[in-house]
């Protein structure tokens, strides 16, 4: 079994920062891509960034220049740094990542985190 645990979510006022974290555990031989995807009332989910296990990354035009992505392949966690946070970020952020278990890919994702940016 193959888990991804989220944190760091809440509350924030325009303008302010938060860090997202999510932590992959179980059976895992490797991981591929990490990323964030969020979805907001009434919109379809949409991808935030994504994260390469070489370290290349992927942002949405909506939060280049404000949202960082990292990961820690040591411990199979990947970041997201929120800063300059509008009230449009207000969404479930959602991680996933390409597991390999075995040999064959999965698609994981987590049980998403609140953000909430007021104005």
């Known amino acids: 079994q193959v888990q991804l645990v989220e944190s760091g979510g809440g509350l924030v006022q325009a303008g302010g920062s938060l860090r997202l974290s999510c932590a992959a555990s179980?059976?895992?031989?490797?991981?591929?891509?990490m990323g964030w995807y969020r979805q907001a009332p009434g919109k379809q989910r949409e991808l935030v960034a994504e994260?390469?296990?070489?370290?290349?990354?992927n942002y949405a035009d909506s939060v280049k220049g404000r949202f960082t992505i990292s990961r820690d392949n040591a411990k199979n966690t990947v970041y997201l740094q929120m800063n300059s946070a509008k009230p449009e970020d207000t969404a479930v952020y959602y991680c996933?990542?390409?597991?390999?278990?075995?040999?064959?890919?999965?698609?994981?994702w987590g049980q998403g985190t609140q953000v909430t940016v007021s104005s």
């Open positions: 996933y990542a390409d597991i390999r278990v075995l040999t064959i890919v999965y698609d994981y």
């Open positions: 179980g059976s895992i031989f490797s991981i591929n891509a």
């Open positions: 994260i390469t296990s070489g370290g290349s990354t």
